[in-house]
């Protein structure tokens, strides 16, 4: 939601923002904009729709500065046009100002304002706070001593205001200096030689320095080429604390992939590779996780888990739930992080609480994790990436390792998300009732997964083919049972938010108490066809369909005894362990909504009204 990226230093601003903005465009793409300085003026250059269009616009003019802000919008107030772009500059011209997240009161402060004389020329709520800060430069004393005014009358803003910001502001009377704060938004400053680089994520800045600081929520800080300082919104100094980043710039690429969601999906075998890497016990029967920070004794005491996540997230909950339930027969619960939040569900004391988000800045995950902490629960984070803001407020947890997830649509994240919940199952059944042989099986099952994906993405070819015969479809249905029910929600969800295919995902045998109204040679079913004990529902569920003249797209492992000519289309994956199955079962869907979203000429890895990470409510 909002990308936003500022440098100060002696290199030209304008290329390094502009890489960064193209980095960050995955979080928003509805506009793009930056702010140089030139002289003793703020330059400002904005314009509706993705950064390729500020690129041009900024190429046919020449701008030699070394201390500029910039950013991608998603936007929430206001519509997507060249006046609500940011940066915003305030009504007397000396502010500019880029903000991710959302200001609350800003409707109260706009009339105060309004009272005081101010115009505005949007209908964001970000050129209010940056009119809010030039109210308050205003009535600053001039020289306040030992204080930086700029500094000040941001600080004084940021007392006032109600919501989430991640925000990076330049002022006239301050040249060469940029002031960062953020509040539930994420801010990660680049510590370069003789420069800085403020942004959303590490990916704006990976390509000129490693070095980063993970900025706080309450924390302000303010840059010069020469130093930067972090203090809190109480004013009390921080000490900074350095990270090394663990990816390169090429992790950030897309290599010689059209798409950074077909890249992510091939990378599949080596990401959960590097996901289970040196997390089996020596003797190979068990999970270990180094960062949970509770003793096996007090996780063994544990008598639930309650897991929350948003949207792919919370479909790898649900599998976890069945995989925990199945092999360690303690009960789960799965609450969708936007509902646990206000629901104020009664929970039972000796519940481990879970959360998962690829990204970790999700705001409903992060509200979530942050409820439980309040009622006393300690919770345990499943998360991608360092340094995240869910990373940083658990107790514990256990980092996904599959690098940068550029693509909207969640592939390798996912993955990783049910090859981390099968660990966490097993985890726990081997601390109860699991054998040691049955560990055993299960480990090597496990370490199996990145083949067996490597075989399923051999269907490539083929599911592209059936993606060419299927394209047109305006309605599809999506249905699987037990741990694969999930993955009809995932099939469905990864459908419709990059084809705009309406697609719902149930489990198979609740489709005759409703969606098989659907059904008809218009409306295509996918089945997950497994072979189980219950394969012969699923094959009596496809017969319905069938009877009704809808068209099946079969996914069924090597060994399922598919009826001939029951599906229309059959794409074989290999046959697997229980814990496993999900995993692989996924590279079809995922794959099937690729190609069809190609068909159809969508722009995959920029959905419509889409961002990567949603950091508002
Ligand atoms: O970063 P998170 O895992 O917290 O993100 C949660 C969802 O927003 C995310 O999974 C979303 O549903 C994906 N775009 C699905 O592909």
């Known amino acids: 939601m909002c990308g936003i990226v500022g440098y100060v230093g002696r290199q030209n601003a304008v290329s390094i923002i502009l890489e960064g903005l193209k980095r960050l465009e995955y979080r928003g793409y509805d506009s793009a904009g930056v702010c140089l300085e030139k002289g003793r003026r703020l330059e400002v250059v904005k314009k509706a729709g993705r950064v390729d269009n500020l690129a041009k616009e900024l190429g046919r003019r020449r701008f030699t500065a070394t201390t500029g ?22 009504s007397d011209g000396k502010f500019a100002l880029i903000h991710n997240g959302v200001i609350e009161n800003y409707a109260q402060m706009k009339a105060f304002l309004t009272g005081k004389g101010y115009t505005f020329k949007s209908e964001t709520d970000t050129e209010v706070l940056c009119n809010l800060i030039a109210y308050h430069y205003a009535k600053e004393p001039a020289r ?18 109600e919501g989430t910001y991640g925000i990076a502001v330049l002022c006239v009377d301050h040249p060469g200096e940029i002031v960062g704060a953020r509040k539930a938004s994420p801010l990660i400053l680049g510590v370069g030689t003789d420069e800085y ?3 959303s994520d590490a990916s704006a800045l990976v390509s000129r320095t490693q070095n980063v600081v993970y900025l706080k929520d309450g924390e302000i800080v303010h840059l010069t080429p ?16 350095v990270n090394q980043l663990t990816w390169s710039v090429a992790d950030s690429d897309k290599g010689r992939h ?11 075998p080596a990401a959960l590779e590097n996901a289970m890497r040196g997390r089996f016990s020596a003797d190979g029967s068990t999970a270990l996780f180094g960062g949970l920070n509770i003793s096996p004794g007090e ?38 992080a936007s509902e646990f939040r206000y629901r104020n569900s009664p929970l039972d004391p000796r519940t481990l609480f879970f959360v998962m988000s690829q990204s970790g800045e999700t705001i409903d995950t992060l509200a979530a994790l942050r409820e439980a902490k309040r009622k006393g629960f300690r919770v345990m984070a499943v998360n ?15 980092y996904q390792h599959v690098g940068p997830e550029v693509g909207v649509a969640s592939t390798k994240a996912f993955t990783s998300q049910l090859l981390i919940g099968a660990m966490i199952a097993l985890y726990v059944a081997r601390m109860r009732d699991m054998s040691y042989s049955d560990g055993v099986e299960y480990v090597n099952a496990l370490k199996g997964a990145p083949e067996l994906v490597r075989q399923a993405l051999k269907q490539a070819p ?17 249905l699987g049972r037990l741990s694969l029910f999930p993955l009809a929600l995932e099939g469905a969800l990864k459908l419709k938010e990059i084809s705009y295919v309406h697609a719902e995902g149930y489990p198979a045998a609740e489709m005759k108490h409703g969606p098989i109204a659907l059904v008809s040679e218009k409306c295509p079913s996918v089945f997950f066809a497994p072979k189980s004990e219950i394969f012969n529902k699923i094959v009596s569920s496809m017969q319905e369909i069938k009877a009704r003249k809808g068209p099946i797209i079969a996914i069924a492992t090597a060994d399922a005894p598919l009826p001939d000519d029951l599906a229309d289309e059959v794409i074989r994956i290999p046959e697997c362990h229980e814990a496993v199955l999900p995993i692989v079962a996924a590279i079809p869907v995922q794959l099937l909504s690729y190609y069809i979203a190609l068909e159809r000429g969508c722009d995959v890895d920029k959905p419509r009204n889409l961002a990567k990470s949603v950091t508002v409510e």
């Open 299 to 336: 996780f063994r005491e544990m008598e639930r888990f309650m897991f929350c996540a948003c949207g792919t997230a919370w479909h790898a909950c649900l599998v976890t739930e069945h995989l925990i339930e199945r092999f360690a027969r303690v009960p789960v619960e799965v609450d969708y």
């Open 69 to 90: 802000i910039g950013h991608t919008r998603w936007a929430t107030h206001g519509a997507v046009t060249d006046a609500n772009a940011h940066p915003h500059v305030s």
């Open 384 to 398: 991608n990436v360092v340094g995240s803001s869910i990373a940083r407020e658990a107790d514990g947890g256990i």
């Open 462 to 478: 083929k599911i592209k083919a059936i993606a060419k015969r299927y394209a047109q479809y305006h309605d599809m249905l999506f």
């Open 144 to 161: 306040a001593k030992g204080r930086n005014r700029f500094m000040e009358s941001i600080r004084k803003t940021l007392h006032h205001v």
């Open 226 to 241: 020469k130093r930067f300082s972090i203090t809190t919104l109480d004013q009390a100094d921080v000490s900074p604390v």
């Open 197 to 199: 680089i403020l942004a």
């Open 258 to 268: 059209a798409h950074f969601m077909e890249k992510e999906i091939f990378e599949q």
